[in-house]
């Protein structure tokens, strides 16, 4: 924002803190939304409202700083507040589907593929940029092509647990006998 945008160190700043400070909300937004909506439909339109609102976070217009600190900050806060909400659903996820000796090694596997998908993301970055013109180009295309496969696996591969118990959602006991 201060070297493509022109924004003062302290204006960038502001977009960061207030931005990301609304956007610590969606905690409270996606814990609601995944009781009431579920996983599956909190996960997807929270992933759609972030991918959206961060490839616009790249694409507010030049204007003077007046005009263009407050549309970056509802753009960031946007992104933040869907961020936090889509994560609270996959932290549910992540809680309920799998028994409890197997968490630990799937946050494991969870923690190494989003390395190995950061790492594959910034080679694709610097690949495209040029050829695109931008970063921000990059950024875009990256995100969108790499969307829809995602939701696609995720929607063929994980269930909807809500109103399920723990040990109905995991397996962790013996379905057929729940304890009540």
């Excluded at 924002?1 to 803190?17: C, D, E, H, I, N």
């Amino acid at each position: 924002m201060v070297k493509t945008l022109g924004l003062a160190p302290a204006s960038a700043s502001l977009v960061y803190f207030v931005g990301g400070g609304v956007g610590l909300a969606g905690n409270y937004l996606g814990a609601r939304w995944t009781d009431a909506w579920g996983r599956r439909p909190t996960t997807l339109i929270g992933t759609l409202v972030a991918i959206a609102s961060g490839i616009a976070f790249f694409f507010v217009p030049r204007t003077n700083e007046t005009l263009l600190v407050p549309a970056l900050i509802a753009v960031m806060a946007l992104n933040q507040l869907a961020t936090s909400a889509f994560s609270v659903a996959d932290r549910c996820i992540d809680a309920e589907l799998f028994p409890t000796a197997l968490r630990a090694t799937h946050l494991g596997v969870v923690r190494l593929m989003n390395a190995a998908a950061g790492v594959a993301a910034m080679f694709g970055l610097s690949l495209l940029a040029g050829p695109l013109g931008s970063l921000a180009n990059a950024t875009a295309l990256i995100s969108v092509v790499t969307l829809v496969p995602a939701l696609a696996l995720f929607l063929l591969v994980v269930p909807e647990t809500r109103g399920l118990s723990l040990e109905q959602a995991s397996l962790d006991g013996d379905p057929a006998h729940p304890k009540s």
